[in-house]
């Protein structure tokens, strides 16, 4: 069999199983939560990111993104000022 048809078997039945879970609203909204816990959780990481010695979770990461910083590193602060940036110029241009 190829390859390409495993894999669409494969998707097929996935989407079958998703959309018979998907059916009781109850598991939708527990996905719903999932999902936007998710997002809330990654937000929170970047936001850290950019100012890693203020943030009042002080986990390793956290710690050794901080430590990082101390020595002169400047990646995770670039990288957040960028994002930033482009969000805010994003929401400026979406108001207008």
């Given at each position: 069999?190829?390859?390409?048809?495993?894999?669409?078997?494969?998707?097929?039945v996935?989407?079958?199983?998703?959309?018979y879970?998907?059916?009781?609203?109850n598991?939708?909204h527990?996905?719903?939560?999932i999902?936007k816990?998710?997002?809330?959780?990654?937000?929170?990481?970047?936001?850290?990111?950019?100012?890693?010695?203020?943030?009042?979770?002080?986990?390793l990461?956290?710690?050794e993104?901080?430590?990082?910083?101390?020595?002169?590193?400047?990646?995770g602060?670039?990288?957040?000022?960028?994002?930033?940036?482009?969000?805010?110029?994003?929401h400026q241009?979406?108001?207008?």
């Amino acid at each position: 069999m190829k390859k390409r048809y495993v894999l669409s078997a494969v998707g097929a039945v996935g989407a079958g199983i998703a959309s018979y879970y998907l059916v009781d609203s109850n598991n939708r909204h527990k996905l719903k939560k999932i999902a936007k816990n998710s997002a809330k959780k990654v937000n929170r990481v970047f936001e850290n990111a950019g100012v890693p010695d203020q943030s009042p979770e002080q986990e390793l990461d956290q710690l050794e993104n901080s430590k990082m910083v101390s020595e002169g590193s400047q990646f995770g602060v670039q990288y957040y000022n960028e994002k930033k940036k482009e969000n805010t110029s994003n929401h400026q241009q979406n108001i207008q």
